[in-house]
């Protein structure tokens, strides 16, 4: 709250995220907006489609309206970089996967090898009711988006390792596009040609 000094009465904050399609990135923004607005600020909401300029043509007329603060989930990480020489007396909190370089932002959220660790807690919590066949081991498969980047595969070491702990095994790691539809037909598949081996699937991105 000690940085919003330009709007005393009603502090101006700035909302930026990154995809019109992202379920997550709705429920991300109507949660940011309903929690704000209750808090007293006003809010500007902007959603930047998975487009890079135009996010960063959004950014740059937030901080031409003068807003106290901007939350941001970057539709790539270079954004950052663009933007935080702009935004030198306005305070950017990024929201989402915790970018490489983070620069002079804040961070709020888990990077994916918390996820990793939390979705692996939580198998190990309900293995008695994972382990479906009663074998020991939890068969399961990994989704994961188009791209083989670094993140990504050090997402799927992390889901393992974790899973080690309680007997896992991996029987397929699927590379979807990132729709609902190219899911749902990935698990189809899946279930289809693994049957009662296939005891859990991971989504691990998009």
């Given at each position: 709250a000690g940085y919003f000094t330009k709007g005393i009465l009603s502090p101006k904050v700035g909302v930026c995220l990154s995809g019109v399609g992202n379920t997550t990135a709705?429920?991300?923004?109507?949660?940011?907006?309903?929690?704000?607005?209750?808090?007293?600020?006003?809010?500007?909401?902007?959603?930047?489609?998975?487009?890079?300029?135009?996010?960063?043509?959004?950014?740059?007329?937030?901080?031409?309206?003068?807003?106290?603060?901007?939350v941001l989930q970057p539709v790539a990480e270079d954004v950052l970089a663009e933007i935080l020489p702009l935004a030198v007396e306005t305070p950017v909190i990024v929201v989402g996967a915790e970018p490489e370089n983070l620069g002079d932002a804040y961070f709020i959220g888990c990077d994916k090898d918390q996820q990793a660790r939390a979705q692996a807690q939580l198998t190990e919590q309900m293995f008695a009711k994972t382990d479906i066949n009663g074998d020991r081991t939890v068969k399961y498969m990994l989704l994961v988006g188009p791209e083989e980047d670094q993140e990504t595969v050090r997402y799927v070491q992390n889901v393992e390792e974790g899973l080690a702990a309680i007997a896992a095994s991996a029987l397929q790691k699927a590379a979807v596009e990132r729709t609902e539809e190219a899911g749902k037909t990935a698990c189809k598949q899946a279930i289809s040609k693994y049957g009662r081996d296939l005891e859990l699937i991971f989504c691990g991105d998009g």
């Open positions: 709705q429920e991300l923004g109507k949660a940011l907006r309903d929690k704000l607005t209750l808090s007293g600020f006003t809010v500007h909401s902007r959603n930047s489609e998975n487009n890079r300029e135009k996010q960063v043509q959004q950014i740059k007329e937030l901080l031409e309206k003068g807003v106290d603060a901007l």
